[in-house]
């Protein structure tokens, strides 16, 4: 399994994830949020943020996210990873 930057699903996993470790920083940072996953410490590093998302993304791939047969499991997380950027970046308006 591979990631397949030629497959606009693959893309958006790489951008929404990129989005989601920015906002949830920004959010954590400013004092405004604290991080809800419960693998990660209330406020992580920028550092611990992107080293989680990449291990996971492996973890991931390996077992099957980007399977090339069925993308049903990449719209999935996609749509998970939205789901937060969406609540981040409300946050981060509702406060700035």
Do not use: C
Request: glycine share 4%.
């Amino acid at each position: 399994m591979r990631i397949d930057f030629d497959r606009p699903s693959h893309r958006y996993y790489f951008v929404i994830n990129t989005l989601d470790v920015l906002t949830t920083y920004h959010a954590v940072q400013q004092g405004y949020a604290s991080e809800a996953n419960p693998f990660l410490p209330e406020d992580p590093s920028l550092t611990r943020l992107i080293v989680h998302k990449v291990l996971w993304s492996e973890a991931a791939r390996y077992g099957g996210l980007f399977w090339e047969e069925d993308e049903s499991f990449v719209h999935f997380a996609n749509f998970l990873v939205t789901l937060a950027v969406v609540n981040n970046t409300i946050i981060i308006i509702d406060n700035e």
